[in-house]
C-alpha cells in the first residue's frame, strides 16, 4: 500500500463532496461539501495542500453498461482544472463511482439522518464511500485504483 494521504471527490453540478484517508490508506473520512461556483476548485487545491494529498481520487459516473455519457465527459473537465489548480505535487485518478450516492443515502437514512440534514452531508459520505474502496481495492490487488487523469 502506498503511503499519503488520498482525498476524493464527489463531483456534482451543485456541491463537491469531499473526503480524505490518513496517511497510511486505511480509512475514509468526511471533510467538507464545497459549494460549486466562483472559487470552489481553489477551496478544493486549498483542501488538497492543506492535507498534505499525494493523489485525488474523482468518482467517474458511468452507466450501468460501464460506458461513459456526457456526466462523466463533465467530470473529466472539471477533473482536470482541479489538477491544473493543485500543480504537480498530486496526482488523480478516475474510479467507478456507480451507486456511491445510493449507498451514501441509505447510510445516512440507517444513522437516522432527516431530509436536510442528509442532504447537506450525502456528497461527503459519497466521497467517504469512492475513497474507502478505491483504498480497499488498492489494499486488496496492491495495484492503484482506477485510471490516471
Known sequence: MRRGVRIALDIGDARIGV???DPHGI?????????????????????????EAVEIV???PRSLSGGEGPAAAKIRETAAQVLDK???????RLVDERFTTVTAE??????GKKGSKRRAVVDQAAAVVIL???LDLERETGNPPGRPL
Open 132 to 134: 474507502q474502496h478505491a
Open 19 to 21: 473526503a480524505s484517508s
Open 27 to 51: 480509512l475514509a473520512t468526511p471533510v467538507e461539501t464545497v459549494r460549486r461556483g466562483p472559487g470552489d476548485l481553489d477551496r478544493i487545491a486549498a483542501l488538497a495542500a492543506e492535507l
Open 106 to 111: 441509505r447510510m445516512l437514512r440507517e444513522r
Open 86 to 92: 493543485v500543480g504537480d505535487q498530486t496526482t488523480m
Open 58 to 60: 474523482v468518482g467517474l
